[in-house]
């Protein structure tokens, strides 16, 4: 398995914290939250199988990004500060999960933002035919006015112009995003597998984007999460769209904190 490309923030010695994005997205993402809400914190922000600047050859399962994930904490995080908090937005909660289950002396707790598992497969089929018809912008305007339709309608300026300089590149006549499509397009089809709870017993924070309809997280996991893991599991729910890294980042670090 190549080794992912990892972004650090945050005091070298400090408890450590893994972030792992979502679909499409890439580690330097978390900078916004590292640098303006957990400063205090080592921010491990590896970019998955795919994207950004990680190798892009397969396989793409949610396992092999686990493991990849894994090799990633063990290179950027001394025995002595693990277990980590994991923080992981939409399908990055997934690998997350995956991790927790397949490496548990790796993970203390979990923050998962908007996980997105578990998703009826004729939903799963339209979002992965959707990416292959929508690919490619003429400039980044564009681009942005994509993202814009696409979740990120409250997303302050200042993060989606960083989003639009760190994450597009040139692509042809046009720009398009740092993405390998078939490793996208696979993971809908790893999304569309029966959701897994978090393992018994680990202190797990889940964040429901209440504007979000269809909901990614659905009323079935929430009662099974209530019922199976009442113990270990908290539900909150936030008033924004999908990116809740961006549009609750005080909520998100406070979650984070409590948990460290």
């Known amino acids: 398995m190549a080794d992912l490309h990892t972004h650090l923030f945050g005091p070298e010695g400090a408890p450590a914290v893994l972030a792992i994005h979502g679909l499409t997205g890439h580690g330097k993402r978390w900078g916004v939250l590292a640098e303006n809400h957990l400063p205090e914190l080592r921010v491990v922000a590896p970019d998955l199988l795919g994207h950004g600047h990680s190798p892009a050859a397969p396989p793409w399962r949610i396992a092999d990004h686990a493991t990849a994930t894994a090799a990633a904490v063990e ?99 046009g720009v398009d995003w740092r993405v390998c499509l078939p490793a996208a397009i696979t993971a809908w089809s790893e999304m569309a597998r029966p959701a897994v709870l978090p393992p ?32 270990s599991v908290t539900v909150h729910h936030v008033d924004t769209e999908h990116m809740v890294p961006f549009l609750a980042p005080e909520k998100v670090a406070e979650l984070v904190s409590a948990v460290v």
């Open 75 to 173: 290179a950027h995080v001394p025995a002595d500060r693990r277990p980590v908090v994991v923080v992981a937005h939409s399908f990055g909660s997934t690998v997350a999960l995956e991790l927790a289950h397949t490496r548990p002396d790796l993970v203390r707790a979990l923050v998962l933002l908007d996980p997105a598992q578990g998703l009826p497969p004729e939903r799963a089929l339209e979002l992965a035919q959707g990416a292959m018809a929508h690919r490619g912008y003429p400039d980044a305007q564009a681009a942005g006015e994509a993202k814009r339709a696409e979740g990120w309608g409250e997303v302050p300026d200042d993060v989606l112009a960083r989003e639009l300089d760190d994450h597009l590149v040139h692509n042809g006549d």
């Open 200 to 231: 018994e017993g680990v202190p797990t924070h889940i964040v429901v984007a209440e504007r979000v309809q269809p909901p990614f997280v659905t009323p079935d996991f929430l009662a099974r999460c209530a019922d199976e893991r009442g113990d």
